[in-house]
């Protein structure tokens, strides 16, 4: 395995479209274990394969505790519900917050690694975490989705969560 660059906001490549995977073989393998890799040293709640320089729809999404990260390839999302209002960022766009509205339920239907479909609800953390990684893979970045950015302070206080 292996830490591969994460590009981050001025490269173009973040604005593209992903293709899909066609191909469930050992090259694919060895990037999903180096995104996981990445995505932890990088200690993110989840990473896009564009992130690191390839156009394919593959993301991971480490925001379940003491779970091991989900691997998601070809997503799409089936249903959302709700809405929230949260801090999101990426590790594309290093110290930038902003204040991004995202459902609180969302299922998604994935190819595994392998090419095995299944389906998986998150709610909260996880269902933003479903949003802004397939976003990604359709060359959408959150902040094209903020209300607003937020400061360093807003940030620390939580006082951007009162109005
Ligand atoms: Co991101």
Avoid at 43 to 63: N, S, Y
Avoid at 85 to 97: I, K, M, N, V, Y
Avoid at 132 to 152: C, N, P, W, Y
């Amino acid at each position: 395995m292996a830490i591969r660059n994460i590009v981050t906001e001025e490269d173009e490549i973040l604005t593209k479209p992903c293709r899909k995977v066609e191909r469930f073989d050992a090259r694919l393998h060895t990037l999903i274990d180096d995104m996981k890799e990445t995505l932890k040293a990088a200690e993110g709640a989840g990473l896009a394969a564009p992130q690191v320089g390839v156009l394919r729809q593959i993301c991971i999404i480490d925001a379940v505790e003491g779970e091991e990260p989900l691997e998601l390839i070809n997503p799409e999302i089936l249903s959302a519900q709700g809405a929230q209002a949260d801090a999101e960022g990426c590790l594309s766009f290093p110290d930038q917050w902003a204040l991004v509205e995202r459902p609180t339920k969302v299922t998604v239907r994935a190819q595994d690694r392998f090419g095995n479909w299944f389906e998986r609800t998150g709610e909260d953390l996880t269902a933003r975490c479903f949003c802004h990684e397939i976003d990604h893979l359709h060359g959408v970045v959150f902040l094209s989705k903020a209300q607003r950015m937020l400061t360093q302070e807003e940030l620390e206080s939580g006082s951007y969560k009162e109005g």
